[in-house]
Structure formats: structure tokens, C-alpha cells
């Protein structure tokens, strides 16, 4: 059965990213956007990371522009913003599309692997999160308004 490990991301950079280096690590991975009212949420996720990054857990976030044009900017304006208002010292990815034709093919399967509220297979909006196990399993997926820190359990369990 297919699982994370198995697809290639971009990084910031336009660099290929072989998802199967973080094999044994706990993921957390995110649709992202700056101008969202979400984008607070970076804050927490920085947390987690400070928190848990030492014991085994990444996480990936991925901005989008798909939900009312929240991410415009290039992936170097993007990096800008996270660095500066955040400090993120986590990766934040290329921007990639979450839904329609040409969605990313590791959002595809997320997709698939773990529904949305009433069994919906669509990302409803920026900030959906997929905690993914050290096998490359999709757990869970957590709706936009579902705080990073209330995903603490559930990552100290998986690590």
C-alpha cells in the first residue's frame, strides 16, 4: 500500500525532495498561507516544532493559493514572510495546489488516506493538517480550525 514516504515534494528552493529521508520521523504536514486568518496558527506550529523536532518529529508546510487567494506571493516572498514574522525554522515548502487536476500528487493521497468532516475527500481550506506516522502512514487528518496545540497528544503518541 502506497504511503508518504513514496512521493517527491519541492523545496523552497525548486529543489526535488525525496519524501522517504524521514522515514522513522513523525510528520505533521500543512496547507499553508500568509494572509489567511489561519496564518496565526504558524505561531503554535513553531511551538511543536521547538517542542518535538528533537525527539522525532518534522514538520512540512506547504503554502497554497487555492482558498480565496490567500498565498500570492512567489515562494521567496513566502519564505520572507515566515522568516520574519514567525521565525519558522521548520521547512516550509514550494506552493502547490491541494485540489482539482492539478493537485499535488502527495496532497492526492493525504487525501485519500484520511477524509475531511462528513467523509469529504476536498481540502476545505488553508491550515488542514495531516499527522503522518514513522512508517509513512496518514493517522489523522485535523480541520483548519484545530489548533496545532491541541495535536500534542496524538504527536507524543506516534513519537
Keep these: 500500500m502506497a504511503n508518504v514516504h513514496q512521493y517527491k515534494v519541492k523545496d523552497a528552493a525548486g529543489n526535488e525532495l525525496d519524501l522517504s529521508q524521514y522515514r522513522g520521523k513523525v510528520l505533521l504536514i500543512v496547507n499553508t498561507a500568509s494572509q489567511c486568518g489561519f496564518t496565526p496558527q504558524y505561531k503554535e ?91 509513512g502512514d496518514v493517522v489523522k487528518r485535523y480541520a483548519p480550525r484545530t489548533k496545532p496545540s491541541a495535536i500534542a497528544g496524538a504527536i507524543e503518541e506516534l513519537l
Design 45 to 135: 506550529l513553531e511551538q511543536l516544532h521547538q517542542q518535538y523536532h528533537d525527539k522525532g518529529l518534522l514538520i512540512l508546510a506547504f503554502p497554497c493559493n487555492q482558498f480565496g487567494g490567500q498565498e500570492p506571493g512567489s515562494d521567496t516572498d513566502i519564505q520572507q514572510f515566515c522568516q520574519l514574522n514567525y521565525g519558522l525554522s521548520f521547512p516550509v515548502m514550494s506552493k502547490l495546489m491541494v485540489n482539482g487536476p492539478d493537485a499535488s500528487p502527495l496532497f492526492e493521497h493525504l487525501k485519500d488516506s484520511a477524509r475531511g468532516l462528513m467523509k469529504t475527500r476536498a481540502i476545505k481550506w488553508n491550515f488542514t493538517k495531516f499527522l503522518v506516522n514513522k512508517d
